[in-house]
């Protein structure tokens, strides 16, 4: 079945650790997404690839980095630069050519500071 | 730029009654407008989507919308809720012409449905 997995679903940190979170697509799409997630703030876009080796920042990227080495891939990397951590993340994909396509998302990590 | 704007962030309703979730859209160009509803630590799920095909867009379990361009809205009704209707839904806008197929979404509704 294609789709979108994020591991892991539950992911603790302890204050000063920097810990990666895994997205993963076998969709073929060419454009990949990380959102956060916090209650009453809807959907803030980190950072979003429409290529491979290539990635932009959004609204929120300030603590956060990502690589794009492989098109099926796109891991997200919480430094301790990031002062509010705690947060449900999102991961999501979508064909990058016109702004008709919709974007799959994943299941979601939920990421706690200890 | 594009947004999203979704009035009431808490929605009730009764089981079989009417339900609608307002959006509204700011948009500078021709907009591309989708709703996705949210289960409790899931991801989201896309219901529909209006790509200037028609105004009136039908999506998944019994949900449609309608795309009203000189109220810039996009609300999305469906005639009987079910309690299994019970969920966040959010209103979403692609940013197109920009970035590609940035998003920019909604605070999100959250919908009971009272037994």
């Known amino acids: 079945d294609g789709g979108i997995t994020q591991s892991p679903k539950y992911l603790f940190r302890k204050e000063g650790q920097n810990v990666t979170l895994s997205c993963e697509q076998n969709l073929n799409h060419d454009a990949m997404y990380w959102y956060r997630q916090d209650p009453g703030q809807g959907l803030r876009l980190i950072y979003y690839s429409q290529i491979v080796n290539d990635f932009q920042k959004g609204d929120i990227a300030e603590g956060y980095s990502v690589s794009r080495e492989k098109k099926e891939s796109f891991p997200l990397t919480v430094t301790s630069a990031q002062k509010n951590p705690t947060a449900f993340y999102l991961c999501?994909?979508?064909?990058?050519?016109?702004?008709?396509?919709?974007?799959?998302f994943g299941p979601g990590t939920r990421l706690t500071v200890l | 730029a594009q947004s999203v704007t979704q009035l009431g962030s808490h929605v009730s309703v009764s089981e079989g009654a009417l339900v609608l979730l307002r959006c509204n859209y700011s948009?500078?160009?021709?907009?591309?407008l989708f709703w996705y509803v949210q289960y409790p630590n899931q991801g989201l799920q896309l219901l529909l989507k209006y790509t200037s095909a028609a105004t009136l867009v039908k999506g998944i379990n019994g949900f449609e919308a309608e795309f009203k361009k000189s109220e810039t809205s996009f609300h999305l009704t469906k005639p009987s809720a079910h309690m299994s209707d019970a969920a966040e839904y959010f209103c979403?806008?692609?940013?197109?012409?920009?970035?590609?197929?940035?998003?920019?979404f909604g605070t999100g509704t959250s919908l009971t449905v009272i037994p």
């Open positions: 979403a806008v692609s940013d197109w012409q920009n970035t590609g197929n940035q998003f920019y």
């Open positions: 999501a994909s979508s064909m990058e050519r016109g702004g008709y396509n919709e974007q799959f």
């Open positions: 948009s500078s160009v021709p907009p591309y």
